[in-house]
């Protein structure tokens, strides 16, 4: 049943992404020009303060480092998904490797997309990202199966 559920929700985050290709350069620019905005009014203290000149290039600096940190961060939840669908076992199998393949081979997909989407572009630097992304939901599902493993192990053995 975990299975089905983690295949699952990999279907949904695939869907997810290929909706979020679809969009065209206006529409991806608006969403993380907001994103971007939200971010620097919270956590840049004197950002309100700033001249246009200023908040311009700082958003467009903070900008191109949101759009990629959002590349990397849904692949790793894709990873993720993908490899808890998988099951329990070491880093380097070929579970691992079935998952890092289909992840960058969904990633060369999304760049292919993009490519004839108006405005948008296909860039190999976002297919690697994207599966560094994989790799890191791989790591953090090898090793969170690993900890609950030991946990399990820790109560279901431990001495009355």
């Given amino acids: 049943m975990k299975r089905k559920i983690f295949?699952?929700?990999?279907?949904?985050?695939?869907a997810l992404i290929f909706r979020f290709s679809m969009q065209n350069s206006s529409e991806s620019s608006g969403i993380s020009t907001k994103l971007t905005e939200w971010v620097?009014?919270?956590f840049v203290r004197n950002y309100g303060d700033m001249s246009a000149e200023e908040k311009k290039n700082l958003l467009k600096t903070a900008e191109h480092i949101i759009r990629k940190l959002a590349h990397f961060s849904v692949y790793t939840v894709l990873g993720f998904c993908m490899s808890s669908a998988i099951g329990k076992r070491k880093f380097f199998t070929g579970g691992s490797?079935?998952?890092?393949?289909v992840g960058f081979a969904y990633a060369c997909s999304d760049e292919l997309h993009q490519f004839f989407v108006s405005g948008r572009s296909c860039r190999f630097s976002d297919v690697i990202i994207d599966t560094g992304g994989v790799v890191t939901g791989i790591i953090v599902s090898v090793a969170l199966f690993r900890i609950l493993d030991r946990f399990k192990q820790k109560f279901t053995h431990s001495p009355s």
């Fill in 7 to 14: 295949i699952l929700l990999a279907l949904v985050i695939m």
């Fill in 40 to 42: 620097l009014n919270r």
């Fill in 97 to 101: 490797l079935i998952t890092v393949s």
